[in-house]
C-alpha cells in the first residue's frame, strides 16, 4: 500500500485506537478515542520535527515516530508507530497507541511534592528543597548503620539500613548509573521488576545454555515450524509480536496454546489445551517422557551438544519427590552430590551409545517415565487426548530441518517452581534439537521495555553488571573473588567463556573507579554475607519488621505490584521516609492515605519526584530479543519534570557536597564514582554513560594480532569488542556484554542508533536484520547458532540456515565462538561446552519435578509423597490454603491488553480507562451457576490474605475440569488495578496472593493461589 506521510498518521491514529475497544471492558463508551481522532486529523507534519523512539511499555520494543509542535509550548503533537520499524512495521497496540496521551494528556506529576509524617497531604516544594533534604536524610541513617568491616573483622563497606527498589523503566545507562550511585553509598538491597516478573528465566536458561536471555527475537518467530505458546498469552500481552506468529501460521506453521484460560491467543491456534495453574512441569515432564519412550529425540545433536552423554557421579539419587543429599534442617540440598563423574583430566566422563545407567539420558528417562500421560492428565486436568495432541505435533520437530519455539512469560516463572518450570522446556528444547536454530530457543517474553537492560545492568542485590555476581565476606580480595568465581575446564573442546571473567570483573571496576587500580576498586564494593538473600520478598519482609529506615522506590509501585501486597503496604509504613521517582502519583507514594489507613498514624515522609517520559529523554533500552535501541529525544521535560540519569546524579552530587563537607564514614566510593564519565557539560549523559557502559582504553596498549604484527591502541579509544577486554586496568567496561555497541567516541559510534534495514539474501531469508540497532552480545542475532550446524559446519535445516562456512569464515549470524567447524563445543558459556539437560547448579534439583502450589486445592499428588517445593522460600508467620474448604478455586493472575504491569500508568490514562475501566473476576459458567452469580454482579474475592471486590465476567473462557477425580474451578484476575486511580476502579489482585518464592530466585507465586468468591 503506497501511504503518503499524512494519510498513514491517520491510519495508524485510526488503528491504534480500533484496538483500544477490542478490549473485554465493561461499560465503556470511546468519547475520548473520537476526540483523538479529531485532534490527529487537524495536525500538519510540517508544523512539527520528527524524532524515533521505542515504547515505554513491554520489550516487544516498537519503533516509534515522535512529532514535536516547533513553535507555542513545543509539546509533542503525535506519537505513531513506525513503518521503517522490522518488529512493528508500523503498527502499535493500544497501549503503544496512547503514549502521546501519556506524555501530554494525563494528570503527570509535574510539581517536587513533599508528604510529611503523618500528613494529610501532599505539599508542592521546590527540586533544590528536595534534593537538599533527603541528601541529609540519607547521609544521617548511612553514617548511623555504616559499617566497614562485619563482626569478624571482615572488609564490607555496607549501608543495610537504606533500601532501594526499580526500575525496568529506566534506560540502559539510568540503570547503569544507578546501581553505580547506589553501590556506592554501599546499599546491598536493590531490587527491581525482573525479581517478580522474570528472575526465574535468569538462572534457567543460564543453567542450560549458558545465558539466562530470550534465546532469538521477535522476527524469528515466522521460521518455526510449530510454536507452542504456555506460560503466556502473546496475543493480548505482547500483541505486535503476533504478527510474526501470525506469519507462522501463514506459511504453514501449527501454532498451540497451553493456558489455563481460553484467551484470544487460543482463539488463533490450531491447539488449545488446558492445565491447571502450576501444574506445568507435570505437564511438560509428560512431553519429555513421550519423547524418550517414542524415541523421537534428535539424536545426532543430543550425543553432540547436550550433556546427555555425560555420566553422573555416585552421589546422586532421587526417591519419592525428594533428591540426594537434602539436610532437613537447612531446608536445602548439598548440591555436590549431583556432581558429573570425572576422568582423571577432571573432564566429564561419556557414554555415546546412551545406554550407561548413570549417563544423564537414562537418569533422565528413569525419572520422567513416571510422567505417565494419565498421572499427567490427573495433576493437570488436561483431558488425555489434547494432552496427547500437543505432544505429538510439538515432538514433531525433533527431526533435523524442522523447529520449533516456545513463548512464555508470568504463567511460568512467578511460581515456586518458577525456575524448574522453564528448565523442563530447556530440556526438551534440547532434546529435540531446537536450540540455535531459526524458529528455535526458548522465548522469554518481557513485559517491561527495559526489564531486560535494567536485569543486564544488575539492579539486583545479588549481581553486578554483565551477570557478574556480587562478592561475599569469604571474598577477601579481588583474588579470592575471581578464583571462586571464574571456572576452569580440562576439555579442549570448551572454550568456557567466563573464563574471561578477570578482565571483565577488572574493567567493570575501572568503570566505576577509574582512579583506582580494580583491587582496590573491588575492596570499595559492598560485600554480601555468604548466602545472604536481598531479594524482592525478603526486602519487603526486613522492612516490615523494621530494619530500613528509608527506601528509594523508582518508577516502581509495590503497593499494587507485590505478592501479599497488604504486607507490602504494612512494611512501607515502617520506613521513615520514602523517595518515590515516576511520573504520576500512585499506590505506593500514596500508602499512607489508602483503604483502612490513618494518615495521621503514619510517620513516614513521602518524597514524590517527577520524571520525564520515555520520549522525553534520551537513552537506549533493550528489547526482549536483546536489541539495544536508542531513543532520542522529542519535547523536553513537562513542567518541573526531569530526566531520571539527572535526578540521580543531582541527589549524588548533594550527597557528595554533604560528604565533602562534614565528613562520615567511608565516604572514598561515593567520592571516587566515575560520575565525569556519565556526564557532559556538567550534567548527565546517555551519550557519555553510553560509551562508558561500553568501555575505553585506559592507556596506550599494543597486542599481537595472530600474523604477529602489532597494533597499538590509544588511552581514551573505544573497545571494539569484549574480546579485547584486559584484566590488568588497562580497559574500562561498565558492561562487557555491551562492549562493541559503542565503537566510537562520538554518537556515529553508538550502534544502538542505527536504522539501517539493509542484509544479505540470507539473512533476509529469516528476518536477521542485523544493522537495526545492535544486540548483546556481539551483535548475535541467534543465541546459539552453532548448534544449527552440524560438526562438519552444514546447516541442519539449509532451507533456513543461521550459519553458513565458506572453508574459512562463517557468514549470515555471528557465530558463537570462532574457528573451524566442529573445533568447539556449540553452547561456549557452558563450563563444559553443552546444552545442560542435567544441571548440579539449581538449588532445588538437577531435574524439574512436579511440586503443587504452596497454596493448592489438593493434599496430595501422584508423583510423590512430597507436596511441595522442599526448598521453598517461605516467611515466618504466613499461612497457605492447602485442601481447604474456605478457598477452593484456584486463582491465576493476569494482565489485560489496555492495561500496563501494576496500571499506574495506564490507569491514568483515559483511552485506555474506556477500554478496561474496572476489577473484574473471571469465572466460569458451571462455577457461576453454583454460586448463584450472574455477569456483571458485584462479588468478593477472597483469600487467607485479604478480600477485594470485583465485577464478576461470567465466561465460557473458564471451564471446570477434573482433578485426581474431582471436578475443580479456576478463576482469574487481572493484577493492575489500584484503589488511586481511576476512581471505584477496584483495588489490587495481589491482597490476595502469597508472599512465597522460587528457592533460586525467591521470584513470587503469584500465578496459583487458592480463592472463594461469593455475591457482594
Ligand atoms: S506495548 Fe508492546 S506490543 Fe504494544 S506497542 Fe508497546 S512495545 Fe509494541
Not at 529525544?633 to 531520571?644: A, I, N, T, V, Y
Request: hydrophobic content about 35%.
Amino acid at each position: 500500500m503506497n501511504l503518503s506521510r499524512r494519510g498513514f498518521l491517520k491510519l495508524s491514529a485510526a488503528a491504534a485506537l480500533t484496538t483500544a475497544f477490542g478490549g473485554l471492558g465493561l461499560a465503556a463508551k470511546p468519547q475520548t478515542a473520537k476526540a483523538a481522532i479529531d485532534r490527529i486529523s487537524q495536525l500538519k507534519p510540517e508544523w512539527s520535527r520528527e524524532t524515533t523512539s521505542v515504547c515505554c511499555f513491554c520489550a516487544v520494543g516498537c519503533g516509534l515516530i515522535v512529532n514535536t509542535a516547533l513553535s507555542g509550548a513545543k509539546r509533542a503533537l503525535n506519537v505513531e508507530g513506525d513503518p521503517e520499524h522490522p518488529t512493528n512495521e508500523g503498527a502499535l497496540c493500544p497501549k503503544g497507541g496512547s503514549i502521546w496521551q501519556l506524555a501530554e494528556s494525563t494528570p503527570r506529576q509535574q510539581k517536587v511534592m513533599y508528604r510529611k509524617p503523618g500528613g494529610t497531604r501532599f505539599e508542592p516544594k521546590t527540586w533544590e528543597w528536595a534534593l537538599n533534604e533527603i541528601a541529609k536524610r540519607v547521609k544521617r541513617d548511612r553514617d548511623a548503620a555504616f559499617e566497614v568491616k562485619n563482626a569478624k573483622g571482615q572488609l564490607v563497606n555496607r549501608c543495610e539500613n537504606i533500601a532501594h527498589v526499580g526500575s525496568a523503566a529506566l534506560d540502559n545507562e539510568e540503570c547503569w548509573a544507578l546501581q553505580a550511585f547506589m553501590r556506592s553509598l554501599g546499599l546491598t538491597y536493590i531490587e527491581h521488576q525482573a525479581r517478580i516478573c522474570h528472575s526465574s528465566t535468569v538462572p534457567a536458561l543460564a543453567e542450560s545454555f549458558g545465558r539466562g536471555c530470550m534465546t532469538n527475537h521477535w522476527l524469528d518467530l515466522k521460521n518455526s515450524d510449530v510454536i507452542l505458546m504456555m506460560g503466556s498469552n502473546p496475543a493480548e500481552n505482547h500483541p505486535i509480536s503476533f504478527k510474526h506468529v501470525t506469519r507462522c501460521k501463514v506459511a504453514g506453521g501449527t501454532l498451540i496454546h497451553v493456558d489455563p484460560r481460553f484467551s484470544r491467543t487460543s482463539a488463533k491456534v490450531d491447539i488449545y489445551a488446558p492445565l491447571r495453574s502450576g501444574t506445568d512441569i507435570a505437564f511438560l515432564g509428560g512431553m519429555i517422557n513421550y519423547i524418550l519412550e517414542n524415541d523421537l529425540a534428535f539424536k545426532e545433536y543430543v550425543v553432540n551438544y547436550t550433556n546427555a552423554s555425560f555420566l553422573v557421579g555416585p552421589g546422586y539419587d532421587f526417591k519419592d519427590g525428594m533428591f540426594s543429599g537434602f539436610d532437613p534442617a537447612k531446608r536445602s540440598y548439598d548440591r555436590s552430590k549431583w556432581a558429573f563423574a570425572l576422568d582423571a583430566k577432571g573432564v566429564p566422563q561419556r557414554d555415546n551409545t546412551l545406554t550407561n545407567p548413570r549417563s544423564v539420558y537414562q537418569l533422565l528417562k528413569k525419572h520422567y517415565s513416571r510422567y505417565t500421560a494419565k498421572n499427567v492428565s490427573d495433576t493437570t486436568g488436561t483431558p488425555l487426548d489434547k494432552l496427547l495432541e500437543v505432544y505429538k505435533v510439538y515432538s514433531s520437530t525433533g527431526k533435523p530441518d524442522k523447529s520449533g519455539t516456545v513463548m512464555y512469560a508470568m504463567g511460568w516463572t512467578q511460581h515456586t517452581v518458577g525456575v524448574q518450570n522453564i528448565r523442563a522446556m530447556a530440556m526438551v528444547q534440547l532434546l529435540l534439537g531446537n536450540i540455535g536454530v531459526a524458529g528455535g530457543g526458548v522465548n522469554a517474553l518481557r513485559g517491561e521495555s527495559n526489564v531486560q537492560g535494567a536485569t543486564d545492568h544488575a539492579l539486583l542485590y545479588n549481581s553486578l553488571p554483565g551477570y557478574l555476581s556480587v562478592p561475599t565476606t569469604t571474598d577477601a580480595t579481588l583474588a579470592d573473588y575471581l578464583k571462586r568465581t571464574t571456572p576452569v575446564s580440562h576439555d579442549p573442546m570448551s572454550m568456557n567463556w567466563w573464563k574471561n571473567r578477570p578482565k571483565y570483573v577488572a574493567s567493570f571496576l575501572k568503570a566505576m573507579y577509574p582512579q583506582a587500580e580494580p583491587g582496590q576498586a573491588y575492596d570499595m564494593l559492598p560485600k554480601l554475607e555468604p548466602g545472604q538473600d536481598g531479594s524482592w520478598l525478603v526486602l519487603f519482609d526486613e522492612m516490615f519488621k523494621g530494619r530500613f529506615k528509608g527506601c528509594f522506590v523508582w518508577g516502581m509501585n509495590p503497593a499494587v505490584g507485590s505478592a501479599n501486597a497488604g504486607k507490602t503496604r504494612q512494611a512501607l509504613a515502617k520506613l521513615d521516609w520514602m523517595v518515590a521517582v515516576n511520573l504520576f502519583d500512585n499506590e505506593s507514594s500514596s500508602f499512607w492515605r489508602g483503604p483502612g489507613v490513618d494518615p495521621a498514624k503514619v510517620k513516614t515522609e513521602v518524597f514524590l519526584l517527577p520524571c520525564a517520559t520515555s520520549i522525553e529523554k534520551e537513552g537506549s533500552v533493550t528489547n526482549s530479543g536483546r536489541w539495544m535501541q536508542w531513543r532520542v529525544p522529542g519535547p523536553q521535560p513537562l513542567g518541573e519534570s526531569r530526566p531520571d540519569g539527572e535526578i540521580m546524579h543531582q541527589l549524588a552530587q548533594k550527597l557528595q557536597e554533604l560528604y565533602k563537607k562534614e565528613g562520615g564514614p567511608f565516604p572514598d566510593a561515593l567520592l571516587g564514582l566515575n560520575w565525569a564519565g556519565m556526564t557532559e557539560k556538567g550534567g548527565y549523559s546517555a551519550q557519555a554513560t553510553a560509551r562508558l557502559i561500553n568501555g575505553a582504553y585506559t592507556r596506550d596498549v599494543t597486542v599481537k594480532n595472530p600474523d604477529g604484527t602489532e597494533k597499538t591502541f590509544k588511552a581514551g579509544e573505544q573497545v571494539q569488542s569484549f574480546a579485547a577486554l584486559r584484566d590488568d586496568g588497562s580497559t574500562t567496561s561498565g558492561n562487557w556484554i555491551y562492549c562493541g555497541s559503542y565503537v566510537k567516541s562520538d554518537p556515529s559510534g553508538n550502534l544502538g542508533m542505527r536504522h539501517n534495514r539493509s542484509q544479505t539474501p540470507e539473512q533476509a531469508k529469516i528476518a536477521l536484520f542485523p544493522n537495526w540497532t545492535w544486540a548483546w552480545p556481539v551483535n548475535r542475532r541467534i543465541m546459539y547458532n552453532r548448534a544449527s550446524v552440524d560438526p562438519t559446519g552444514k546447516a541442519y535445516a539449509p532451507q533456513k540456515p543461521v550459519l553458513a562456512w565458506d572453508g574459512k569464515a562463517w557468514s549470515i549470524d555471528v557465530v558463537d565462538g570462532g574457528g573451524a567447524p566442529g573445533s568447539v563445543h556449540p553452547f561456549i558459556m557452558n563450563t563444559h561446552g553443552l546444552g545442560q539437560i542435567y544441571t548440579p547448579g539449581l538449588v532445588d534439583g538437577p531435574f524439574p519435578e512436579h511440586y503443587e502450589p504452596m497454596d493448592c486445592p489438593v493434599a496430595s499428588q501422584v508423583f510423590s509423597s512430597v507436596l511441595n517445593t522442599p526448598t521453598v522460600l517461605k516467611f515466618a508467620g504466613e499461612d497457605h490454603s492447602q485442601a481447604d474448604p474456605r478457598f477452593p478455586l484456584v486463582c491465576t493472575t493476569y494482565r489485560v491488553t489496555e492495561h500496563w504491569q501494576t496500571g499506574a500508568m495506564t490507569r491514568r490514562m483515559a483511552w485506555l480507562v474506556e477500554a478496561e475501566p474496572q476489577m473484574f473476576c473471571e469465572l466460569s459458567e458451571e462455577l457461576a451457576a453454583e454460586k448463584g452469580i450472574k455477569n456483571g454482579d458485584k462479588i468478593w474475592v477472597e483469600s487467607i490474605r485479604g478480600k477485594l471486590w470485583a465485577i464478576a465476567m461470567v465466561t465460557k473462557r473458564f471451564k471446570p475440569m477434573t482433578v485426581q477425580g474431582k471436578t475443580m474451578h479456576q478463576v482469574g484476575l487481572p493484577w493492575q488495578y489500584g484503589w488511586n486511580a481511576p476512581q471505584n476502579g477496584g483495588d489490587a489482585a495481589n491482597l490476595l496472593s502469597p508472599s512465597v518464592g522460587d528457592p533460586n530466585t525467591g521470584i513470587p507465586e503469584t500465578k496459583a493461589f487458592m480463592v472463594n468468591v461469593s455475591k457482594a
